[in-house]
């Protein structure tokens, strides 16, 4: 029996009715908030401020203070799984993250090291216990990893490249490096996000950023395969097995059908495919999570509103809908304009909850 | 009565049988080939070589040389019309094309000039007449331009950007200005391809390589129709209203029903896009261009093979295949890789087009 007081995401991940449709933003702990950037900057780095549980419990709940939010997600980054197997993560001003030394080989490959993941990221745990804390049970938080494939790009690619070459190419080139990094990559995931489960997430998110440059073919096996794995063993863990899972495969339009057959109790849907058409693909089983333009929060208040309406009146009556935006919210958004949305979200989805 | 000897992809277009699938590679003439690289050295710079209908002819026919291709596409850059149109296009060394002076306003959009763009452009129709005499009928000529929408994100952001959101923000913070802009850009695109058509071009392609950027909704508003109105008007100029549309929309995977019913002949499938699932969708009405991953052509013979038996017997049995890469071939590959390919699909693809 969950203690949380509102329920309004776990009862639609659950399949149970609510009175309007509920609301999170990805990367809704970020830099367009200025309180976010006092508390990034008391911390001195990015992964300071990861490894930090006060302080990235502190940022987790920042949004909920001035937004009526349904849900937090805990503060961290995708990266850090890489940099606890023994890639180590850099930072440098005006740049993201990086690894200096990129994986070029199968032998690098196996260098890296799946042992005791959750031990070497228990400042993720005790960030979660942290913010449970904080948040008294008012609402569910959301635990969150990269899918194997996506975090296998950056480690081949060392960052986000124009075209992801390196790592498209060795995937023709060199599957066996591929393979076998994603292998590990799905032994430690499934371990850090048992740990995430233990600690107190409500929910479970794989981001899986990148699955939109692979072929058909290729994201099967390379990307949807891995992350079902991953929600088997999720499902045959104690820990685990009752937490709804969500994947998220940003340009992932086209396989909707196989993603709604893995598992998952959700599905994030980028801003690019239309929700009225993917609910007619994936149907009422498991949830929609999405998919507001994140451009449209620059937007004027009334064409917030349009855009936001015709993502609700997309998707239409019923409870299986998790409003957010197509993808992360930039750091040029006006705090304002997003409680616009948000209040607006709750006002005007009412009407699809009735009875 | 065409007088082409290979009529292949005019005799596909058109909805004839043919012997075998016909092939050929977006940017076939460029960076992978030396000879390429010898003549772009001669032009002294690459807007130079567009401009000198001698040397751009001669990088057209350069990949007909070495591989077994049914059709040539002129040399050119689809930021040519922009430049004509007064904003002034740059290049520097290590870097693409750009613009130094991107449109912020509505202001800036109208100072654009849509006058006489035939004649401004007049160094592509003299390489396009240069090109027929010397493919001297063997092939079809493919002429080209962006889509209004690509065209657009370039002219707004300067180049291409990491997220583009200047200009997905003004499409909802000022989306008077992005159509200001699209339409006069519609008038420009549809007199350049009606000079292509008069100089020559046998089959005409657009490239619509941003329009994955947008929503659905937005997709068509800002990328779709504007397309469609092109189409509609070469249909009605005698001298284009016979010549096959092409119409490439990279990332449009999830708007195959709408692109078809636009009135082009093809649709260029981008390598994300099951192609099977392509056809089930578009029908066999009108052509399926691709849909290679490009990063294929970086594999060994044998996966190469593999990875190009894959589309072609996803496509199936039919005559409404053009084979290509889903995406430009990549400076880095060897050319002896792509024969590898070519002869393939050639061989291969026999099967299906029997009786």
Sequence with gaps: MSLIKNTRILDTLNGLPVDKTPVWIMRQAGRYLPEYKE??????????????PDLASEVTVQPLRRFDLDAAIIFSDILTIPDAMGLELKFEDNRGPFFEAPLNNINDVEKLNTDNIAEKLDYVANAIIETKSKL??????????GSPW???????????????????????????????????LTISITDYLVMQAKA?????????????????????DFSLN???????????NDAS??????????????????????????????????IKYAREIIGEKICIQGNLDPCALHGTEQSIKEAASRVIDGYGYGHRHIFNLGHGIDQFVKPEKLAILI?????????????
Tied chains: 1, 2.
């Excluded at 008294?136 to 990893?145: H, T």
């Excluded at 899972?245 to 396989?255: A, C």
């Design 39 to 52: 508390t990034r900057k008391k911390a001195g780095s990015f992964l300071g401020l990861c490894k930090n």
């Design 200 to 220: 107190g997430a409500d929910v479970l998110m794989i981001f899986d950023s990148w699955g939109g440059l692979l072929n058909s073919e290729n994201y099967l």
């Design 136 to 145: 008294n049970n008012e609402v569910p938080l959301i635990g969150f990893s």
């Design 226 to 236: 891995p992350m079902q794995e991953i929600i088997e063993k999720l499902r045959n």
């Design 150 to 184: 996506t975090l296998s790009t950056y480690m081949v690619e060392g960052c986000a490249t124009k075209d992801f070459r390196k790592i498209r190419s060795a995937v023709f080139n060199d599957s066996g490096m591929i393979k076998n990094l994603i292998d590990k």
């Design 241 to 274: 097995k009752n937490i709804p899972i969500i994947l998220f495969t940003k340009g992932g339009g086209s396989w909707l059908k196989q993603i709604s057959a893995s598992g998952c109790n959700g599905i994030g849907l980028d801003w690019t495919t239309n």
């Design 343 to 355: 209040n607006h979200v709750k006002d005007y989805s009412t009407q699809y909850h009735k009875n």
